[in-house]
């Protein structure tokens, strides 16, 4: 694991599944939103905003596991980017209203759009088994 709770991978690794992908981002969100649970009540609701979306992620990318059609599968992932693409934009703002000025923010907003991207592209890849 990086030092901010993030599993680092040697160059040229297979990527982890998404699954856990997702949860470890998870479990980074929730370390990151604790650390800010002593600050500003400005602080705590911009936290409580990256915790809803952050979190949600993975919670819809494990439901989509048990889609009940392939409509259902990408309407999970699709719900998965947008909380993915979110958490990056209340990343963002933490990080420019400097409440981690320690860096942790930048890292999570790279894995945030990471993730993003790969959700996009098995949402992509979905559609595209559909139409054959």
Not at 37 to 42: D, H, K, M, T, V
Not at 62 to 76: T, Y
Not at 98 to 116: F, H, M, N, Q, T
């Amino acid at each position: 694991m990086g030092s901010h709770g993030l599993e680092t991978r040697p160059k040229g690794a297979k990527p982890r599944d998404i699954k856990e992908r997702t949860f470890e981002f998870a479990l980074a969100v929730v370390r990151l939103c604790r650390g800010v649970e002593r600050r500003s009540q400005i602080d705590r609701t911009l936290a409580m905003q990256l915790l809803r979306s952050g979190t949600s992620i993975g919670a819809n990318v494990q439901e989509a596991q048990a889609g009940q059609s392939r409509a259902d599968f990408i309407n999970k992932y699709a719900i998965a980017l947008k909380e993915a693409r979110e958490a990056a934009y209340w990343l963002r703002l933490l990080d420019a209203s400097e409440v981690s000025p320690d860096g942790r923010c930048k890292e999570l907003i790279g894995e945030a759009e990471e993730i993003g991207k790969i959700l996009g592209a098995i949402i992509v890849k979905t559609k595209s088994r559909g139409a054959k």
